[in-house]
């Protein structure tokens, strides 16, 4: 009994091992191809995957494409990395750095099919205003990673960040509203959720959603 317990933790941590990014050992510029097993398939990010959920079914429905999931807080990349090294899946990584900080400084342009920004915590007290990730620089840093005609899809229940949001995206002529729905990129009839919004969702509260395409230049 204890030699199974042992030989079973000792098999998800080579898993693990297998699924987990470490940013230092990224090149500088990193188009993400080299994380995965077939990189030449469509990459999308999830950007605070918290515990995993919408980045292990999105990856389980579509294995013609990879995910990567950045997360910051250790308990839930911990959660989540344990999660997908027991799915066993070859297309879907995680990694633990600043999500903000890698996608402004070490993305190659114009390297990602889709980009899931999905309940960003909200920084509701006006002094952590300037905290929040949606806002130009970042949009600006976001816009350069997505290949022309790929996906930026966000989603939040704080109703003064999607108004941030919307002005935020509107004032940028490269990127084209879209339907939230996709059958490719994102959840269709709300099948795939993330972890906040199951939650949010039982708690009755509302769920803002945007999406968009990149422009084709
Ligand atoms: C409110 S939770 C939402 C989690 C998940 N997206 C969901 O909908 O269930 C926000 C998540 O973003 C992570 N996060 C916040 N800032 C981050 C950053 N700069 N880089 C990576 N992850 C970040 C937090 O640790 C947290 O897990």
Same mark, same amino acid.
């Given at each position: ?9 000792? &098999?998800?941590?080579?898993?693990? =091992?297998?699924?987990?990014?470490? !940013?230092?050992?990224? /090149?500088?510029?990193?188009? #993400? *191809? ?18 995993g959920a919408f980045l292990l079914r999105q990856a389980q429905a579509h294995?013609?494409?990879?995910f ?19 799915w ?19 993305? &190659?342009?114009?390297?990602?099919? =889709?980009?899931?920004?999905?309940? !960003?915590?909200?920084? /509701?007290?006006?002094?952590? #205003? *300037? ?56 959840s269709?009839?709300?099948s795939i959720k993330t ?15 945007? =999406? ?6």
């Amino acid at each position: 009994m204890c030699m199974i317990a042992q030989s079973d933790m000792i &098999a998800s941590m080579l898993d693990f =091992a297998s699924i987990a990014v470490d !940013p230092a050992a990224l /090149p500088e510029h990193t188009d #993400l *191809r080299e994380l995965f097993e077939d990189g030449e398939r469509p990459i999308e990010l999830e950007i605070g995957c918290g515990k995993g959920a919408f980045l292990l079914r999105q990856a389980q429905a579509h294995p013609q494409r990879n995910f990567l999931g950045i997360e910051w807080a250790n308990k839930f990349y911990k959660f989540a990395a344990d999660r997908m090294a027991r799915w066993g899946l070859g297309n879907v990584r995680i990694m633990r750095t600043d999500a903000r900080e890698f996608v402004m400084t070490r993305l &190659a342009a114009e390297c990602l099919s =889709a980009l899931h920004i999905y309940h !960003p915590d909200p920084w /509701p007290k006006k002094k952590h #205003l *300037r905290r929040r990730l949606i806002q130009p620089p970042f949009l600006d840093a976001a816009i350069r990673v997505l290949r022309p005609g790929a996906r930026l899809a966000l989603q939040t229940d704080h109703a003064d960040y999607f108004e941030q949001m919307k002005l935020v995206t509107a004032a940028r002529h490269d990127l084209i509203a879209v339907p939230f729905e996709d059958d490719e990129h994102g959840s269709v009839d709300g099948s795939i959720k993330t972890n906040f919004e199951i939650k949010y969702l039982r708690e009755g509260r509302p769920i803002y959603r945007l =999406a968009f395409r990149k422009s084709q230049r």
